[in-house]
C-alpha cells in the first residue's frame, strides 16, 4: 500500500464515512454493512451492492478498514471486516472536519442552534 497523508484522505465519500459508522461499532461483514448503513439513513444515501463493495475495497486499499479471515465452519464468501487504528483516526478527523462545517452554518444562521 502506498503511503498517503491522512489529510489526503479527506473529506471522505458519504458513503466510505457511513462504512466507517457502522464498522465503529462492531466487526461486520458486507450485508450486514449495507443494512445498518440502510437502517440509519432510512433511504436519505442509498447504497447498492456493487457501490458498498467497491468502496469496502478502497477502504482496504487505504488502510481504514481489514478484512478478517472467516472462521472455521463458516461459509468462506462471507467478508467481515474491521475499522483499523488508521480508520478510526481518520474517521475522528473527519467527524471534526464536518462538525467545524456545521458550526460555521450555525454561525451564518443556515441551520438552527446557538452559535
Not at 24 to 40: C, K, N, T
Request: hydrophobic share 40%; net charge positive.
Amino acid at each position: 500500500m502506498p503511503f498517503r497523508s491522512s489529510e489526503s484522505l479527506l473529506p471522505l465519500t458519504p458513503i466510505a464515512f457511513e462504512i466507517l459508522l457502522a464498522l465503529a461499532e462492531e466487526d461486520r461483514h458486507g450485508y450486514a454493512i449495507l443494512q445498518a448503513v440502510e437502517g440509519r439513513l432510512r433511504g436519505k444515501l442509498p447504497l447498492r451492492t456493487g457501490t458498498l463493495y467497491r468502496a469496502l475495497a478502497r477502504l482496504v486499499e487505504d488502510g481504514l478498514i481489514e478484512e478478517l479471515d472467516s472462521a472455521p465452519g463458516t461459509d468462506s464468501r462471507r467478508r467481515t471486516y474491521r475499522i483499523t487504528k488508521h480508520g478510526r483516526s481518520i474517521a475522528r478527523a473527519e467527524t471534526e472536519r464536518m462538525a467545524d462545517q456545521v458550526a460555521a452554518a450555525r454561525s451564518r444562521r443556515l441551520i438552527p442552534g446557538r452559535p
